[in-house]
């Protein structure tokens, strides 16, 4: 089946670096990938689209000079989590939609960032 | 614009009794339908889904779900639960056509105790 693998699964960094967070499709090709993130006990968020090769498209309230989307190839999309802080903690997922877009989404395992 | 409600935040079952956890939907249109679950410090697995054809779909781990149009639901049940089923369940839409977003619900925490 179609897998999404996400790395680093857990970071740990000090507030006001950089992280940056790869997901890739292992065995598709991924014409669209979306990012989420999970706050504790809750659903997933929304935070931003990406298509290869274009601009990401960010949810209201994302801030995309904080979170920079890059998906420069159909089987990888990074997201930099820019001058960290710790209220930027939490679960970050990205999932992918494959050539054949049949709706479903095949999700990454998730990346956790704790910011000291 | 397409939603999802998930009416139980937390559902507490004996293992080896059944269980259902409800979802009902909110679209003007047709949609695919989903149950992901996932585990703790997990990404989401897909359980099942609804696309198209009969109404009751079979997914992994003995689970199944039924698609109700009339009653714009798709509620996900397993007659007989185990210890390794406590997990958060959601139950996510999306539009057919074009590059939609998959629209979640708030999720249901199946307990499963001895």
């Known amino acids: 089946g179609a897998v999404v693998s996400q790395h680093p699964s857990r970071v740990i960094c000090k507030s006001g670096t950089s992280v940056k967070i790869e997901c890739r499709s292992l065995?598709?090709?991924?014409?669209?990938m979306f990012w989420y993130r999970q706050f504790p006990k809750k659903s997933l968020m929304l935070m931003a689209t990406?298509?290869?090769?274009?601009?990401?498209?960010?949810e209201q309230g994302v801030e995309k000079d904080k979170f920079l989307i890059n998906h420069a190839s159909l089987t990888l999309s990074t997201l930099t989590v820019t001058s960290a802080h710790p209220e930027d903690s939490s679960f970050y997922i990205c999932?992918?939609?494959?050539?054949?877009?049949?709706?479903?989404?095949?999700f990454g395992e998730g990346s956790r960032l704790t910011v000291l | 614009a397409q939603s999802v409600t998930q009416l139980d935040s937390q559902v507490p079952v004996f293992e080896e009794a059944p269980v259902e956890l409800r979802c009902n939907y909110s679209?003007?249109?047709?949609?695919?339908l989903f149950w992901y679950v996932q585990y703790p410090n997990q990404g989401l697995q897909l359980l099942l889904k609804?696309?198209?054809?009969?109404?009751l779909v079979k997914g992994i781990n003995g689970f199944e779900a039924e698609f109700n149009k009339s009653q714009t639901s798709f509620h996900l049940r397993k007659p007989s639960v185990h210890i390794s089923d406590t997990a958060e369940y959601f139950c996510?839409?999306?539009?057919?056509?074009?590059?939609?977003?998959?629209?979640f619900g708030t999720g249901t925490r199946l307990l499963v105790s001895p």
């Open positions: 990406s298509n290869e090769g274009s601009k990401a498209t960010y």
């Open positions: 679209s003007s249109v047709s949609v695919y």
């Open positions: 999932s992918a939609r494959g050539l054949a877009n049949t709706g479903e989404l095949f």
């Open positions: 609804y696309l198209s054809g009969s109404t």
């Open positions: 065995d598709f090709q991924a014409t669209t």
């Open positions: 996510a839409v999306i539009l057919p056509r074009g590059f939609q977003k998959l629209v």
